[in-house]
């Protein structure tokens, strides 16, 4: 067996440091996402009880709907201008 030299324990050290910090922070990351994602589906189950707010976001698309259509219009107006 060869003896490592204090070079190579001394990058293994920190490797090893560096490795578990990683670790920690993953966990730390999948612990959050985790959260975020039970509190999201707590969110889109309120927003579903909450009749009102499916109406006003009906309401909202088509009012974007109709902008969308207005502007449209303009830019093809002028368009036809420049020919």
Do not use: W
Not at 15 to 38: F, S, Y
């Amino acid at each position: 067996m060869k003896k490592k030299t204090l070079e190579q324990m001394t990058l293994s050290g920190s490797e090893e440091e560096i490795l578990a910090r990683l670790k920690e922070r993953v966990d730390k990351a999948v612990a959050i996402i985790q959260e975020l994602r039970v509190e999201r589906d707590m969110l889109r189950a309120e927003l579903e009880k909450r009749p009102e707010s499916n109406v006003r976001l009906d309401q909202l698309e088509r009012e974007r709907t109709e902008i969308r259509n207005r502007i449209e219009s303009i830019l093809s107006n002028l368009e036809s201008l420049e020919s």
